[in-house]
């Protein structure tokens, strides 16, 4: 089963990702900062499809984890998406030029953030 | 950055034109929270730019910008008092139906997510169990197009799984038990049964409606109220020219056909206003 990764720091978003990782048939790893989601990643290299990025956290920042997990060669290829509540169009160009596939502000609703994962993920339709 | 004046305009009269769907004053935040990620994507320094990508090319972007626009928020059993009018009238009368002509047809205009095509399953299926079996006519007999104009969520519906958040916004408690088979800890799969009486298909309601129908219900709530008047006027005399005779229209609760077309009548079920063909038009 295709796994996500959702790292930040609020339960409450972990746990609202999860819930719409399980409506779309996936199962919802979880790191509440960067070190550990990085960590993740590398231990679920094979199965993760998606990283659920926040961007402002304790310790190393989204933008800090995205930048490091595109420069390692063993999990660069894993799209990341940034959940943050950062809606700024700066924001959006860093995050994409640092190599995000997709952006979501928070808070979204769940029907939006389902249809972004499955856009992220090239499983959207259009 | 935030959104100019030109480039919410644009983008807004691109999405119209595209969709039929109108974004009033004041959604500036909508297209940028939305539509800023596929801007930047597409390598636009702003919406002018990505405005006009939009009209050089018919491709994927132009489905990717109507789609990202167009997600809506959904209940099960949206609006008690057309729901109960559903159950307890147009459902009955769509079984006495089903035993005299050899298929019934009813058509979710504008699905989403797949919570109102699903709720009229349900609702068949329980007044099939009601009568014990008793002249009830078999499901099959009943076909349910459920069409929506964002691919997204058409993924979403035609998978039929569900998370308790999603359920907890109206579904009822014994039909969860009843329709519902749970999948891990945390999603709810709707019953093979009910989900084989619906087809999900991406319909953009701007496009003609030649080969659909005819259809004896047709749900299209709370869709027309997106759409200019012109169009609105259009769609209704489309949507009439695909129910059959007794057939009818179900609309938002504050809506109505009246001053876009002369050829419905309204009629009261149950406390809910619908709308059928009025005789001769």
């Known amino acids: 089963m295709i796994k996500l990764l959702t ?32 960590a993740v990643l590398g231990e679920h290299v094979h199965e993760i499809g998606l990283v659920l990025l926040d961007w402002n956290m304790p310790g190393m920042n989204g933008l800090e984890v995205l930048k490091s997990a595109k420069a390692n060669p063993r999990i660069r290829h894993i799209p990341v998406m940034m959940v943050t509540t950062e809606g ?3 924001y959006i160009i860093q995050a994409i030029q640092a190599g995000a596939v997709h952006y979501q502000t928070k808070p979204f609703s769940q029907e939006e953030m389902a249809t972004r994962i499955l856009e992220a993920m090239g499983m959207g339709g259009a | 950055m935030a959104i100019s004046r030109e480039e919410f305009d644009l983008i807004r009269s691109f999405v119209h034109e ?34 006009k990508k939009l009209v050089a090319d018919a491709g994927p972007l132009r489905a990717k910008v109507v789609d990202a626009m167009t997600t809506n928020e959904t209940l099960w059993f949206r609006d008690a008092s057309f729901f109960s009018a559903v159950s307890d009238f147009i459902v009955p009368q769509l079984m006495e139906k089903a035993a005299r002509q050899p298929q019934v047809r009813i058509w979710s205009a504008a699905c989403s997510t797949g919570q109102e095509p699903y709720s009229i399953a349900m609702l068949l299926d329980h007044a099939r169990r009601k009568s014990r079996g008793q002249q ?11 069409t929506d104009i964002s691919p997204s969520v058409l993924v979403i519906a035609a998978a039929g799984r569900y998370n308790q958040l999603a359920i907890s916004r109206g579904m009822r408690e014994a039909f969860l038990e009843r329709y519902f088979n749970k999948t891990g800890t945390m999603a709810y799969e709707v019953d093979p049964a009910i989900r084989k009486l619906v087809t999900f298909q991406q319909f953009n309601l701007k496009n003609s409606f030649d080969g ?20 609105k006027a259009e769609i209704y005399r489309k949507l009439h020219a695909r129910l059959t005779p007794d057939g009818l229209l179900a609309i938002g609760a504050s809506e109505s056909p009246r001053g876009y077309t002369s050829n419905f009548e309204q009629v009261m079920v149950g406390g809910a206003a619908l709308f059928r063909p009025k005789k001769g038009s």
């Not at chain 1, 720091?9 to 900062?33: K, Q």
């Not at chain 2, 769907?21 to 935040?29: D, N, R």
């Not at chain 2, 009830?136 to 459920?146: M, S, T």
């Open chain 2, 212 to 231: 659909l129908g005819p259809f004896d219900l047709i749900l299209c709530r709370n869709v027309l109220i997106y759409f200019s008047n012109e169009l």
């Open chain 2, 18 to 51: 595209h969709s039929g769907i109108q974004i009033g004053e004041g959604k500036e935040y909508l297209v940028e929270n939305r539509l800023t990620v596929l801007m930047v994507q597409n390598g636009c320094k702003d919406f002018i730019e990505l405005h």
């Open chain 2, 136 to 146: 009830a006519p078999p499901l099959e007999k009943f076909q349910i197009l459920a």
């Open chain 1, 7 to 38: 790292i930040d720091d609020s339960r409450t978003i972990r746990r609202v990702i999860s819930g719409i990782g399980a409506m779309l048939g996936f199962e919802v790893l979880e790191a509440e900062n960067g070190a550990e989601g990085l």
């Open chain 1, 88 to 90: 700024e169009r700066d």
